[in-house]
């Protein structure tokens, strides 16, 4: 049994920027690769990010640049952040957590959480 908790979503300012928070319960954190998925309104989920279990290698879905994956496996945590936030953005942000890097990138995880608002305003 593992369980996800994210935290830090919130209302921003479009042009501002976010840092989420996910912690994991349970043990061999340091085993899973660790992903960021997002649903918006009336839209389908959508992966923002995956870094594997080392934390030296990222995968992006987005090519813009604006989003920053990162890990600290002393303390059982992935992190997420989004700088020059778009109304857009605005979304349900998932961590979530899988065994295989291309199964996590294409949506196949074994673990997920419950996710955390984010809501950009322009």
């Known amino acids: 049994q593992v369980q996800l908790v994210e935290s830090g979503g919130g209302l921003v300012q479009a042009g501002g920027s976010v840092r989420l928070s996910c912690v994991a319960s349970?043990?061999?954190?340091?085993?899973?690769?660790m992903a960021w998925f997002r649903q918006g309104p009336g839209k389908e989920r959508e992966i923002v990010g995956a870094?594997?279990?080392?934390?030296?290698?990222v995968y992006y879905a987005e090519s813009k640049g604006r989003c920053t994956m990162s890990r600290d496996n002393a303390k059982n945590t992935v992190f997420l952040q989004i700088i020059s936030l778009k109304p857009e953005d605005t979304a349900v942000y998932y961590c979530?957590?899988?065994?295989?890097?291309?199964?996590?990138?294409?949506?196949?995880?074994?673990?997920w959480g419950q996710g955390t608002q984010v809501t950009v305003s322009s």
């Open positions: 349970g043990r061999s954190f340091s085993n899973f690769v």
């Open positions: 979530a957590a899988g065994l295989s890097f291309p199964s996590v990138t294409r949506g196949n995880v074994d673990y």
């Open positions: 870094i594997n279990p080392s934390g030296n290698g």
